[in-house]
Antibody
Framework: QLQLQESGPGLVKPSETLSLTCSVS??????????WGWIRQPPGKGLEWIGS???????YYNPSLKSRITISIDTSKNQFSLKLRSVIAADTAVYSC??????????????WGQGTLVTVSS | QSVLTQPPSVSAAPGQKVTISCSGS????????VAWYQQFPGTVPKLLIY???KRPPGIPDRFSGSKSGTSATLGITGLQTGDEADYYC???????????FGGGTKVTVL
């Protein structure tokens, strides 16, 4: 069964770059049907889609974050990554990587990684 | 404020049925599939329903999804204490060009 696992720092200073990697196991990123992406959830709040990427590298970003994010994919390592630049306290959230059916997950987002809390603080 | 509107909470006694509404517009629910997610405290969401009405393998048939126009509904029958969780609807918005979610509904078993 496909598994995803996030990795990266749990604490990032304001104005710096948040960098996370999602490692995929028991399956391959090489799928023409599925997309791979990130969702975040601030503590006690709802879900926010960050963006998605296809195995060929086509990206789809949340317009509200587009100027600050880059999502990339490395199919040789079975990994994809997120970079969020110029972070502020409001970027503090649990960040989850996931597989998307449809680039926005309109046909379902499954499975999800376990999520990782990233705190923006000096 | 979320693009999709859900009631903050619903409750019912064990064995009863609850329904959770998710209201949107023609730019999202009206023209795209809807998915539903279940989230327990301290965990990430889990896919319950996709393509408006379909259940992934392993999801009990006590959970059902439906859609009419610009609204979708999640139904839970035979309510169990283990169903106490937050439930989110989600879809794509063609105008905003972003995935959108409801604000979440907390299900309480009385």
């Amino acid at each position: 069964q496909l598994q995803l696992q996030e990795s990266g720092p749990g604490l990032v200073k304001p104005s710096e770059t948040l960098s996370l990697t999602c490692s995929v196991s028991r399956g391959s990123l090489r799928s023409s049907r599925f997309y791979w992406g990130w969702i975040r959830q601030p503590p006690g709040k709802g879900l926010e889609w960050i963006g998605s990427i296809s195995y060929s590298g086509s990206t789809y970003y949340n317009p509200s974050l587009k100027s600050r994010i880059t999502i990339s994919i490395d199919t040789s390592k079975n990994q994809f990554s997120l970079k969020l630049r110029s972070v502020i306290a409001a970027d503090t959230a649990v960040y989850s990587c996931a597989r998307f059916d449809g680039y926005g997950g309109s046909r379902g987002i499954d499975p999800w990684g376990q999520g990782t809390l990233v705190t923006v603080s000096s | 404020q979320s693009v999709l509107t859900q009631p903050p909470s619903v409750s019912a006694a064990p064995g009863q049925k609850v329904t959770i509404s998710c209201s949107g517009s023609s730019s999202n629910i009206g023209n795209n599939y809807v998915a539903w997610y279940q989230q327990f405290p301290g965990t990430v969401p889990k896919l319950l329903i996709y393509d408006d009405t379909k259940r992934p393998p392993g999801i009990p048939d006590r959970f059902s999804g439906s859609k009419s126009g610009t609204s979708a509904t999640l139904g839970i029958t035979g309510l169990q204490t283990g169903d106490e969780a937050d439930y989110y609807c989600g879809t794509w918005d063609n105008s905003l060009t972003t995935a959108v979610f409801g604000g979440g509904t907390k299900v309480t078993v009385l």
